[in-house]
């Protein structure tokens, strides 16, 4: 285990002027190091200098989420190649091992791709496969999971407080099973990083102990990526608004995809994850959010929603397939809203008050 001085800090990632640090792990030689992009050249090191004399360090290999990859890490850069290549790469992995709906695959593809540079954004939306067990949906969420950036596993069993530490210290992209307990006592604080998790800048506030044994309001990062599979929807309207969603249920497996998930997904998932790597030391400062791809005839939530991934898209034709996605999930939306007890009563009181002026 590597013993750090005072003057060093050990990090996951650190993005400055025109520099990328991002940590990486080989879990033969169980050794962690730095990959480092400056002028579009990658290496590795075991430390790095930055401008500022801060000496930066890996974390330790040690560490526990590293060590049993529940945070899963690429091991070194790969050349990346094109940016349509990559994506038709990760959507041909993706059906090697789920069945999703043609456009459903393609845009699961680029979300892949955006959650290795979400950070270039200040707004993401969410990637979710829903439906009931046996559709496929945790299968998809561990295939989409074990290629997103730094993609940290967890299910709506788990203990809160170390999801909260693990997105801030780790960031990355959250990949959340049964995401629907909705009577469980966790219920309030999964909805706190559901809905604060879209926004750059919208930190979670929590009570924490410090040494005196004092409590004192500590503000959790949470913005970033995240992957959900669930049985069914949110009632919170604004929350289902963060979503891009996948039904699963109600189709036959293909007969090419297998029953069991093969090794080969774990060695096919690395190798990815290296070329993602690759792609976001080489192409994060190029990357920014695109208004002119903005939808027309949706509300301004869905478009932040999806301005991100749209931008990523250079296709036009995927761009307008993606639109019109999002003009049907408008419509359903707006379909939910007049359907609630809300606004049933708001109808028969109208209703009513129009009666009583005739």
Not at 146 to 154: D, E, V
Not at 214 to 228: L, Q, R, T
Not at 316 to 326: H, K, S, T
């Amino acid at each position: 285990m590597r013993t750090e001085t005072n003057n060093t800090t050990p990090v996951v990632s650190r993005v400055l002027k025109r520099t990328l640090v991002e940590l990486v792990y080989d879990k033969d030689s169980r050794k962690t190091a730095l990959a480092i992009a400056r002028g579009g050249d990658c290496s590795i090191v075991d430390r790095f200098v930055a401008d500022t004399g801060e000496t930066l360090v890996p974390y330790s290999p040690a560490n526990n989420l590293v060590r049993h990859e529940c945070v899963l890490l690429p091991s070194h850069p790969e050349p990346s190649g094109g940016k349509d290549e990559l994506v038709d790469n990760i959507a041909a992995y993706l059906h090697r091992y789920v069945q999703l709906s043609p456009l459903f695959e393609r845009i699961a593809a680029y979300y892949v791709l955006l959650t290795w540079v979400f950070d270039a954004f200040n707004e993401v939306p969410y990637l979710r496969f829903r439906g009931d067990y046996g559709s496929g949906k945790t299968r998809a969420l561990i295939a989409a999971g074990s290629i997103a950036y730094r993609g940290f596993f967890a299910s709506g069993a788990s203990t809160v407080s170390p999801i909260f530490h693990t997105l801030d210290n780790f960031g990355g992209t959250l990949v959340l099973d049964e995401a629907d307990l909705r009577f469980s006592d966790k219920w309030a604080d999964f909805v706190k990083i559901l809905n604060n998790g879209t926004v750059k800048g919208m930190p979670v506030l929590r009570s924490v102990q410090n040494r005196n044994k004092e409590f004192d309001p500590a503000a959790f990062s949470v913005y970033g990526p995240k992957i959900v599979a669930m049985r069914g929807s949110f009632k919170d309207r604004a929350l289902e608004s963060r979503f891009l969603t996948e039904d699963m249920s109600g189709r036959a497996l293909r007969d090419d995809i297998p029953i069991q998930l093969p090794d080969s997904l774990g060695s096919d998932a690395l190798a990815l994850r290296n070329r993602l790597l690759h792609f976001r030391l080489t192409k994060l400062f190029s990357i920014r959010a695109d208004p002119s791809r903005a939808v027309e005839g949706i509300d301004p939530r869905l478009n932040q929603m999806g301005l991100s991934l749209l931008s990523l898209i250079d296709d036009g034709l995927l761009r307008d397939e993606v639109a019109d996605y999002l003009r049907r999930r408008a419509r359903e939306m707006a379909a939910e809203r007049t359907d609630t007890p809300e606004a049933r009563t708001i109808s028969a009181a109208m209703d009513a008050l129009s009666e009583s002026k005739l």
